[in-house]
Nanobody, 128 residues
Framework: QVQLVESGGGLVQAGGSLRLSCAASGDNFGTYTMGWFRQAPGKEREFVAAVHWLGTFTHYADFVKGRFTISRDNDNSMVYLQMTNLIPDDTAVYYC?????????????????????WGKGTLVTISS
């Protein structure tokens, strides 16, 4: 069992930056590929970024490449999403996800209901 708790959301102006954190509790954190997803009002949940359970590979949605960076700290069971050059379209609830031994493209493409664990989300609002 893994529990995920996101933090770091808030209100920022366009062009600003935020760093989201996801604290994981439970066993074998190092065996989970970790991802960030987001869901804007009236839209489906969408993939943002993932970091492989080995920690050496990352994968991003095209719309965040060059702006967002995902990283993990296996010693402290943490995952981060550094977001820069934010735009109003980035406004959404951001969710942390964990999928055991998953490949990066699997986390990016599988149905959300098939991912092992989810956090409750943190709201990011970007003002224009």
């Amino acid at each position: 069992q893994v529990q995920l708790v996101e933090s770091g959301g808030g209100l920022v102006q366009a062009g600003g930056s935020l760093r989201l954190s996801c604290a994981a509790s439970g066993d074998n954190f190092g065996t989970y590929t970790m991802g960030w997803f987001r869901q804007a009002p009236g839209k489906e949940r969408e993939f943002v970024a993932a970091v492989h359970w080995l920690g050496t590979f990352t994968h991003y949605a095209d719309f965040v490449k060059g702006r967002f960076t995902i990283s993990r700290d296996n010693d402290n069971s943490m995952v981060y999403l550094q977001m820069t050059n934010l735009i109003p379209d980035d406004t959404a609830v951001y969710y942390c996800a964990a999928d055991r031994l998953a490949a990066l493209n699997t986390v990016a493409t599988k149905s959300p209901s098939a991912i092992n664990y989810w956090g409750k989300g943190t709201l990011v609002t970007i003002s224009s």
